[in-house]
């Protein structure tokens, strides 16, 4: 086993999210959504060495900023939060990334150090994400929850929206995929070049193109359930 690697923890935030405009800038809590992200984080202070807010405005990096934040602006172009956190890793002297999303202020900070921890035990590894195990049938017939199958080594065999694995003989565990990733570095910077996959358009699921270009993504177990805030109504939740 290597040495622990040196992490970084990366929160993409953006304002021009389709379902729920400038939600990482709501603050009816008395807090802006990102803050409340990026103080679950604080615990890890001293564990990694740096926990980033990567804004697309500077609406955004200015606020980040007004609670302490380390903000970073980055291009407002991105496809994708995944490239947004590649912009501000290019920088950082570290092994691996966390990308945290700016709409998840549920996460815990013990998940994030169950993530980093394969990258030292497996040194080939590119790639870690979070899966809950579950059994009820509703959720796996969602075609909204991603499920995952892996092999016996927690490896993700595939991502789907279908109910994987099928339920042949009725109720069955399955995994629902949580879309927190850890990343090795220099995997990251290379992600973006690789080309889109034919799975990864027909299931929308951009972690597919890691698969069908041959890469292992490792799958590890939180007892978490991560939702995430998409919609007024999981804000009014939220707020609740």
Known sequence: MSAAPRAAVIIPARLASTRLPRKV???RTGKYLIQHVWERLAPLAGEVAAVIIAADSPEVAAAARSFGADARLTRADHPSGT???AEVARDLPVDVVVNVQGDEPAIDPDDIRRLVAPFAAEPDLCMA???RRRSDPEG????HLVKIVTDREGRAL???RAPVPYPR???CAWLHHTGVYAYRREFLLRLGALAPTPLERMERLEQLR???HGFAIKVVLTDRAYEGIDTPEQYEEFVR
């Open 129 to 131: 994400t979070l899966a």
């Open 158 to 160: 595939y991502f789907s």
């Open 83 to 85: 490239d947004r956190v």
């Open 140 to 143: 796996q017939a969602n075609p």
């Open 25 to 27: 800038l709501l603050n």
């Open 169 to 171: 003989e009725g109720p």
């Open 210 to 212: 890691v698969l069908e």
